[in-house]
């Protein structure tokens, strides 16, 4: 067995170079600034009298819709008067406000001295407003509303989110008080809600009238239907009998937890680690009813679980904790799942110190095609940075309708429609705090083409480690990769067939095989299929690497996961034939060669923060003259970064902050810091190049909450800079945006990890040599 050794600190060097500020470049005059203030008065007008028809507030001020050019600061709604309030920024060019009747008044008068060609201040702001509209029926329609439409039975469930109202919690509390006094007055049930400092959720029982009333109320934000969790059930697969004993893990073994439909803590291959399995779902207990999460806890257990069925060893090495939030049927009716997974989550982090957390459903009713994220986003993203935990959640699948191909266009079409609307990722995995997971396909044969290899009647959609044919993908806010990880969880075939053409899917085959909750009639082990499967495999690797590293946060932990993410060829294929599909794949699978520890081959270096805003840090990287040395073989360099910034669903960049890395090469550490040194010229600054042959790059990587690139190499010749005595340094860079610094630590906190690995050169020494590298070097280099 090849001998493994503990990671390497990765120490930074001392000087903290202050960040130089971005530039503003202030909108253009309008060719003619005369009839753009004639427009804009004249859409203010019709705004007023559409905005009139709103129903209910808390106070008397109307509510409007500003478009604006791309980079407008909200804020900056307040230079036309001090009596707008910003709201909301619905995307980038969409700002929502209050506006009080003199604030309309004063808006209309410098409109018209613009419109008589007299000039105004704060013009600048003006020229940024290209429209003003009130906040319409339409605007306030969920994805699924607009899509479905309002059921036809006499009373139905809706749920409703308020404006967030951040910025002033009275006013929160004065809107939430006024809301619910209307809904009595209007005779409408309400059934349960969510009240957080970011987040105002209702779910109500209403008639189409009420409906309509609710679409016109002025304090609310999105109307939607309730979620639908789209879970497929499993096959039960034959089971093996005279299973050997499983042994207890031991005491002091990280736990997970996986947040489901409940846990057959009887299962004779979870019973031995089974920790705790509560109910936060009111009047119903911590049994599983439905099997989804027995199916779940499996994988979440024991990760590969093929893997170890095949080898005929299961060895616990987690403890494994339950929280039931879902019933019989795998839903969610007696209130908001935000509320339960909270309370569940509060549970078990305060009782056992959990701190992985498990999430395989979706709501296929809230697509993410961009603008704000929904509650249950948020809700995550708020308890990651609160409580320092991880979640892993699945990416979401894709429910046959009449957006899904037709027939032979199921196999034809592969992959091309998983870039399309209907596959975006879905509710709550655009939250960036958390790891999301996507789908590959694992096998090709179903049961049937097994039996019969000659009979082609069955084929197989997708290849092993492609991306499953149900999985969805997408970018999360401001362009953030996500999926950040993929791993197996099924495939489907088509069945050709002529009369017959149909998916075949859990039935075929092609799915997971994990724990049935259904044990005691003798089957073991059933089969499932979704992204649900994906995720709880993650979640076992992230506990796992507690097991060496139990002081870590959750930073560390995505930051590892995603650093040790290799991109499977059959994937890397389609990713070369057309990049759009690293929306589907992010970063890759995770590999375990030396997730947990370094190899001779293979060494990673760990570092982590606090860093200031508006700062850089830097570290340089240990590079043994063996790794760059001549001869044709793959060499990586791999890094990654993690921070869990605090969120605003009002606004389109959602992070508070931005921290981020570059690796980049210079003579030394004098003139890497000069390079990032608040001094140097704009175009010098933006054009400090990275280390060709990045995989992801930095734009695309900068954009999410966990990023990681490779740089790859198949050799260094003569001209190569870091054999020409160039060092290799990674900076880390914070920039809080304006609007984020007042919820921002003074000190916010990151992990980093780099990576560098030889592994075709089995008599690699670079373990050995960057820890004789390290301890050579001055025992103090930062500054305290």
């Known amino acids: 067995m090849e001998e493994t050794f503990p990671h390497l600190p990765l120490q930074r060097e001392a000087p903290v170079n202050e960040k130089r500020p971005g530039t503003y470049f202030p909108p253009k005059e309008p060719k003619d600034s005369r009839g753009h203030g004639k427009g804009l008065l004249q859409k203010l007008t019709n705004a007023k009298e559409e905005a009139a028809g709103d129903l209910g507030g808390f106070d008397d001020r109307k509510l409007f819709r500003f478009s604006v050019q791309k980079g407008f600061n909200p804020d900056d709604l307040r230079k036309i008067s001090t009596e707008i309030e910003f709201v909301s920024q619905e995307d980038e060019t969409v700002v929502i406000g209050f506006a009080s009747d003199a604030a309309l008044a004063q808006f209309e008068s410098r409109l018209a001295t613009m419109a008589e060609g007299d000039g105004v201040t704060n013009k600048q702001v003006i020229y940024a407003l290209q429209s003003i509209d009130a906040w319409s029926m339409e605007d306030r329609k969920g994805w699924a509303l607009r899509k479905h439409g309002l059921p036809e039975t006499d009373e139905f469930l809706l749920d409703i989110e308020l404006w967030p109202l951040e910025d002033n919690h009275q006013e929160r509390d004065q809107e939430w008080t006024a809301f619910k ?3 009595v007055e209007k005779g409408i049930e309400k059934k349960d809600h969510v009240k957080q400092p970011g987040l105002t959720l209702c779910r109500v029982v209403c008639d189409s009238n009420q409906a309509d009333q609710l679409l016109r109320h002025r304090d609310v934000r999105s109307v939607d239907l309730p979620p639908s969790f789209a879970l497929e059930r499993s096959l039960i697969f034959k089971g093996i009998q005279n299973f050997p004993e499983i042994p207890n893990p031991e005491e002091d073994a990280p736990g997970i937890v996986v947040l489901d439909s409940g846990l057959a803590t009887g299962h004779p291959l979870l019973k031995t680690a089974v920790g705790d399995a509560q109910s936060f779902l009111p009047g119903e207990g911590g049994h599983d009813e439905h099997g989804h999460g027995t199916h779940v806890g499996g994988l979440a257990l024991y990760g590969d679980f093929e893997h170890s069925l095949r080898d005929g060893a299961f060895i616990p090495t987690l403890r494994l904790f339950s929280g039931r939030i879902l019933d019989k049927d795998n839903e969610n009716t007696t209130g908001f799942v935000e509320n339960h997974i909270e309370e569940a989550v509060r549970y078990f982090t305060t009782e056992y110190n959990c701190r992985v957390f498990n999430l395989s459903f979706g709501d296929a009713n809230k697509p993410y095609l961009g603008a704000h994220l929904k509650g ?6 708020n308890l990651s940075r ?16 009449d957006d899904s191909p037709d027939g032979l266009a199921w196999r034809d079409n592969y992959p091309d429609y998983l870039l399309e609307e209907a596959w975006k990722i879905i509710e709550p995995a655009p939250a960036l705090n958390v790891l999301t997971v996507g789908s590959l396909a694992r096998h090709n044969q179903t049961y049937s083409s097994q039996r019969n290899p000659m009979d082609p009647a069955e084929v197989p959609i997708a290849q092993p480690n492609q991306p499953s044919p149900f999985t969805r993908g997408g970018h999360s806010v401001d362009g953030a990769i996500k999926p950040e990880l993929v791993a197996h969880g099924g495939n489907w075939a088509l069945n050709t067939l002529p009369r017959r053409a149909a998916i075949l899917g859990v039935t075929a085959g092609l799915g997971v095989v994990s724990t049935n909750l259904k044990f005691a009639g003798g089957n073991l082990f059933s089969v499932d299929i979704g992204t649900s499967m994906a995720a709880p495999q993650v979640a076992h690797l992230a506990a796992s690497v507690l097991r060496e590293h139990p002081d870590v946060g959750a930073d560390f932990l995505r930051a590892m996961l995603c650093m040790n993410a290799v991109m499977p060829k059959a994937s890397q294929d389609l990713i070369d034939q057309n990049k759009a599909f690293r929306a589907i794949c992010g970063y890759g699978q995770v590999s375990e060669a030396s997730l947990h520890r370094s190899l001779e081959n293979a060494v990673t270096l760990m570092a982590s923060g606090p860093i200031e805003n508006k700062r850089h840090h830097f ?8 790794f760059i040395s001549r001869g044709k073989r793959l060499r990586e360099v791999a890094v990654a970064l993690a921070y869990t910034p605090p969120v605003r669903s009002t606004r389109i960049k959602y992070r508070a902050t931005r921290i981020d890395f570059r690796l980049v090469t210079a003579s030394d550490l004098d003139h890497i810091t000069t390079m990032f040194n608040k001094a140097t010229e704009k175009d010098d600054y933006e054009n400090i190049p990275e280390l060709k042959g990045s ?3 930095q734009q695309a990587r900068s954009k999410g909450t966990v990023q990681a690139d490779f740089w790859r190499f198949r050799q260094f010749n003569s001209k190569s800079k870091l054999r020409k005595n160039q060092k290799l340094f990674v900076v880390v860079t914070r920039n809080d945006f304006p609007w984020g610094e007042s919820l921002c630590d003074s000190e916010e906190e990151y992990a980093l990890v780099v990576s560098l690995r030889d592994r075709e050169n089995e008599k690699a020494r670079l373990y050995s040599q960057i820890k004789a590298q390290i301890e050579t070097r001055l025992p103090v280099r930062v500054k305290v």
Not at 376 to 381: E, N
Not at 386 to 401: K, M, P, Q, T
Not at 619 to 626: A, C, H, N, R, S
């Open 376 to 381: 249950l986003s948020v809700t995550l993203d």
């Open 386 to 401: 609160e409580l320092g935990i991880l979640f892993v959640v699945s990416a979401g699948n894709h429910r046959i309708n």
């Open 619 to 626: 570290y340089e990287i240990p590079v043994p003259d063996e």
């Open 695 to 697: 995989t992801i790059g």
């Open 181 to 183: 006094q209307w809904l």
